[in-house]
């Protein structure tokens, strides 16, 4: 099979697109709800839930639009 992707690349690609995602989407969450903290962020309550579903969106329009940020970048789209 010459199309078969490699299976480190895939796992790279999930764990880089959910930290991505994680600190990103946690960031920006935390800006507009004042949850910033001196070593980050911290979200409890509505804020961790709308992070939680703001990762599985990300997850699931990769997914249907053929390819996650990463797993485009490092070419382990399948």
Not at 7 to 23: E, G, K, M, Q, Y
Not at 39 to 49: D, R, T
Request: hydrophobic share 60%; no cysteine; charged share 10%.
């Amino acid at each position: 099979m010459s199309n078969s992707v490699s299976t480190w690349r895939i796992v790279l690609a999930a764990l880089l697109d959910f930290l991505t995602v994680f600190l990103l989407g946690g960031f920006v969450i935390a800006a507009l709800t004042g949850n910033t903290t001196e070593g980050g962020f911290s979200l409890n309550g509505w804020p961790a839930v709308v992070l939680l579903v703001l990762i599985v969106a990300y997850f699931v329009l990769g997914k249907r639009l053929g390819g996650t940020l990463w797993k485009r970048i490092l070419g382990a789209v399948r």
